[in-house]
C-alpha cells in the first residue's frame, strides 16, 4: 500500500531564515506531487505540483520554491522566511496519469515564522 | 474554468441531527467529485467519491450524489455524532493531470 510522509510535524522559524520542508511517498511510482498551505481558518491554497522529476509547476508567485530532486521526493523550501509564510503545509499525491483521479495527502508540517 | 461552491460555515449541529452541505461545481468536461475531511491538526481524508452521473459515494455514514443535471455533490449524514467535527471540502478533478479543484471547506461542529 501507499503512504507518504511529510517532515518535520512542527516548525518554528525566525523571520529571515531559510526553509526545507520534504515530503515523500512510498509503494507507488511516477506520482503526481503536490504542496498545499492553509492558513488559519481558512481553505487550502495550491503552492506547486509536480509530474515528473525536475518538473515544477508553480501556482503562486511568492518567496518560496520546490523541487523533485527523486521521482517520490518533493521539497518545499525557502531562502528566507516571511511572517506570512505560517500556516499548515500540506504534501499530496496522486496515480500520474491523464485520468481523474483523487489526491492523498500527508500528515501536514505546522509552520510558525516568529 | 473548473470551480467548486460550497456553502459557507461555521455549521453547528445537536448530535444525531441530520446534515447537508451542499456543493455544486463548473467544469470543462466530465468531472469526477469527491469529498475530503479534516480533522483538527491533519491532513485531508478522502471521504467518498463519485466518478460518473447517478453515482452514489458512500462511507461511514455519510453519502453524496452525483447530479450532472443540477451539477451538484451534496454530501448527507443521517445521524451526527461528536466525533463528526471537522472541516469538510468538495472537490473536482478532471482528466488532464492536473490538480483538484477544491472549495473553499465547512466548518462542521457537533455538540452533545
Known amino acids: 500500500s501507499q503512504t507518504i510522509h511529510q517532515w518535520p510535524a512542527t516548525l518554528v522559524q525566525p523571520v529571515g531564515s531559510p526553509l526545507s520542508l520534504e515530503c515523500t511517498v512510498e509503494g507507488t511510482s511516477n506520482p503526481n506531487l503536490y504542496w498545499y498551505r492553509q492558513a488559519a481558518g481558512r481553505g487550502l491554497q495550491l503552492l506547486f505540483y509536480?509530474?515528473?522529476?525536475?518538473?515544477i509547476s508553480s501556482e503562486v508567485p511568492q518567496n518560496l520554491s520546490a523541487s523533485r530532486p527523486q521521482d517520490r521526493q518533493f521539497i518545499l523550501s525557502s531562502k528566507k522566511l516571511l511572517l506570512s509564510d505560517s500556516g499548515f503545509y500540506l504534501c499530496?499525491?496522486?496515480?500520474?496519469?491523464?485520468?481523474?483521479?483523487?489526491?492523498?495527502f500527508g500528515p501536514g508540517t505546522r509552520l510558525t515564522v516568529t | 474554468g473548473n470551480s467548486v461552491t460550497q456553502m459557507e460555515g461555521p455549521v453547528t449541529l445537536s448530535e444525531e441531527a441530520f446534515l447537508t452541505i451542499n456543493c455544486t461545481y463548473t467544469a470543462t468536461g466530465y468531472p469526477s467529485l469527491f469529498w475530503y475531511v479534516q480533522y483538527p491538526g491533519e491532513g485531508l481524508q478522502l471521504l467518498l467519491k463519485?466518478?460518473?452521473?447517478?453515482d452514489k459515494g458512500s462511507n461511514k455514514g455519510f453519502e453524496a450524489t452525483y447530479r450532472k443535471e443540477t451539477t451538484s455533490f451534496h454530501l448527507e449524514k443521517g445521524s451526527v455524532q461528536v466525533s463528526d467535527s471537522a472541516v469538510y471540502f468538495c472537490a473536482l478533478s478532471v482528466p488532464g493531470n492536473t490538480p483538484l479543484v477544491f472549495g473553499k471547506g465547512t466548518r462542521l461542529s457537533v455538540i452533545a
Open positions: 463519485a466518478t460518473k452521473a447517478d
Open positions: 509536480s509530474v515528473g522529476i525536475g518538473q
Open positions: 499530496a499525491w496522486s496515480i500520474g496519469t491523464d485520468k481523474a483521479y483523487e489526491q492523498y
